[in-house]
């Protein structure tokens, strides 16, 4: 009687997750758990309460829940449960911005679940999102390619959406943003499409990346300079998240609607003087105060340095908090540091040479400078052909079917010809030749 018990708890809580009362399921969850005697049972519960986990910003419950599948896993010797549990290990760590422990489990993932089983290709993307915190893009292109084949050979339209959201992610870091706004409007279509057709059991799921796609979208179109069409991505987007709850995409659009705000009184989108509206400026900082606070209370430290970067610049407009800009300038520079992510890094030195240089303290902005660019170098983001940085600018790239990264106007005369010739990558020397099923190349 009393595991019927438990097992009917179990099945109310997936009811209440279903009409989104989230908290009322992690407590049936939770309440049901202690008592259980059968292991499969406690481990599908536990899965249950690390997906609830992760939906409501608690990275580090979602970890502890993984640790424990995999404690399971390994008393019942189950290859399938291992699998599913360093899954979720892999993106918990992923999520905590401990990438090389989300590497390390992502390939245990893989090494326990079949050739082409979906929890390869998800373990591929968390692979992939790793290796852009740790700016290795090589990597990164070669795992999301591989991710998109498997989406495809399970007609898995949630893996496929994701992929298209990580490429359009790199295309974003390396600043070509007219590529990076293609990415995000094809993602965001296919979460559309597969919200249309999917079952009540994936409506969850399915809406749950509508509003992640259409707040990637809002970033994309913000940065295009089309604040009209951003604006009504991200409200739509936080009217969604603040429906069910989602705490890390309500924090995420805090930080757009800043990034707007911002945008909107400065001249990064290209216009060449400026007058500020200091009243719409703070309301940017109020914006990135409320997400960095919801953003670091759930350990996020990739997002919450982003949202630092944009305070400091919207400090720097408004030019009476130099002092506060320079102090979450370091914070956010010892986190990146932390994080291992170098382009991070760069970015906190390279807005550093901006304030020193706005001081006339030309020795220490050049030195500021130098060591960004140091950093490029790094990480290889380093033009074999012009000798200048990928990513410092804006500026529009192309990725070849080797991996290699270029300016688009370095190597004209090779896209010229490569779509029906096979030509010479100028870096390693291998033969590429043009291909619509290379993710890279995916959309265009």
Not at 114 to 139: E, H, R, W
Not at 206 to 235: H, Y
Not at 295 to 322: E, F, H, P
Request: proline letters at 2%; a positive charge.
């Amino acid at each position: 009687m009393g595991q019927r018990m438990t097992r009917r708890q179990v099945a109310e809580g997936l009811e209440l997750y279903a009409q989104k009362n989230y908290d009322a399921a992690i407590k049936k969850w939770t309440t049901a758990l202690p008592k259980m005697k059968d292991n499969r049972l406690r481990f599908s519960t536990l899965g249950y309460l690390a997906l609830a986990s992760r939906d409501r910003g608690r990275n580090k419950d979602y970890l502890v829940h993984a640790v424990q599948q995999i404690d399971i896993a390994h008393e019942l010797d189950d290859n399938v449960l291992r699998a599913q549990a360093y899954l979720n290990l892999s993106r918990a760590n992923e999520m905590l911005a401990d990438y090389f422990k989300a590497v390390s489990y992502s390939r245990l993932a893989m090494q326990f679940s079949p050739a082409t089983d979906v929890v390869q290709g998800y373990a591929l993307l968390v692979m992939a999102d790793s290796y852009i915190g740790l700016c290795n893009f090589p990597k990164v292109l070669e795992y999301l390619d591989k991710a998109l084949s498997i989406s495809h050979e399970n007609e898995d339209h949630l893996m496929e959406v994701q992929v298209l959201n990580t490429m359009g992610k790199v295309f974003l870091v390396l600043k070509d943003f007219p590529k990076a706004l293609a990415f995000q409007q094809r993602a965001h279509e296919l979460a559309l499409s597969n919200a249309v057709y999917a079952g009540e059991q994936n409506a969850n799921s399915s809406a749950k990346f509508v509003r992640l796609t259409k707040l990637k979208l809002a970033t994309s179109l913000r940065i295009m300079g089309d604040f009209q069409g951003a604006t009504k991505c991200v409200e739509e987007a936080m009217r969604s998240a603040s429906s069910v709850g989602d705490r890390p995409v309500q924090a995420k659009c805090l930080v757009c609607v800043g990034d707007i705000q911002r945008s909107q009184n400065n001249n990064e989108v290209g216009r060449k003087s400026y007058s500020p509206d200091r009243a719409s400026l703070r309301v940017a900082c109020k914006k990135y105060e409320a997400a960095i606070q919801m953003l670091q209370d759930m350990n996020d430290r990739y997002s919450s340095t982003l949202a630092m970067l944009g305070l400091v610049k919207t400090l720097l407009a408004l030019d009476t908090q130099k002092q506060m800009a320079s102090e979450i300038l370091v914070t956010a520079l010892s986190t990146a540091t932390a994080m291992g992510n170098k382009l991070m890094q760069a970015r906190c030195h390279l807005l550093n040479e901006r304030m020193l240089a706005s001081e006339n303290q030309i020795n220490e902005a050049r030195q500021a400078f130098e060591i960004a660019h140091r950093l490029y170098r790094e990480v290889d983001l380093m033009c074999t052909i012009c000798k200048n940085p990928i990513g410092m600018y804006r500026d529009q790239i192309q990725i070849l079917t080797c991996t290699h990264i270029f300016h688009e106007r370095c190597i004209l005369n090779l896209l010229q010809k490569w779509t029906y010739e096979a030509q010479t990558c100028p870096k390693c020397n291998k033969s590429v030749l043009y291909s619509r099923s290379y993710i890279a190349l995916s959309v265009s």
